[in-house]
């Protein structure tokens, strides 16, 4: 995943992608353990990890729309 930071500049479409992407690698992730092909098991951890995050982030900005404009009005 990325940082935290690079996460935060994404726009809501980007978001929606991030997440997107992240169900359907954990869902390929399963599966693969499943057939026991999948070598790297802590890969499952850290997607749902990543997801977990991104979620938030997307909840964040639906709950607290000004908290956005707060962070781009401090940095300046």
Not at 4 to 27: H, K, T, Y
Request: no cysteine; aromatic share 4%; glycine share 4%.
């Amino acid at each position: 995943m990325t940082h935290p930071n690079e996460v935060r500049a994404m726009s809501e479409a980007e978001l929606a992608d991030a997440v997107d992407n992240a169900r359907r690698e954990i869902l390929n992730l399963r599966f693969q353990h499943a057939r026991r092909q999948l070598s790297d098991t802590g890969r499952i951890r850290m997607v749902r990890r990543d997801l977990a995050r991104l979620l938030t982030l997307q909840h964040e900005r639906s709950r607290w729309p000004e908290y956005e404009a707060m962070e781009v009005e401090g940095e300046g």
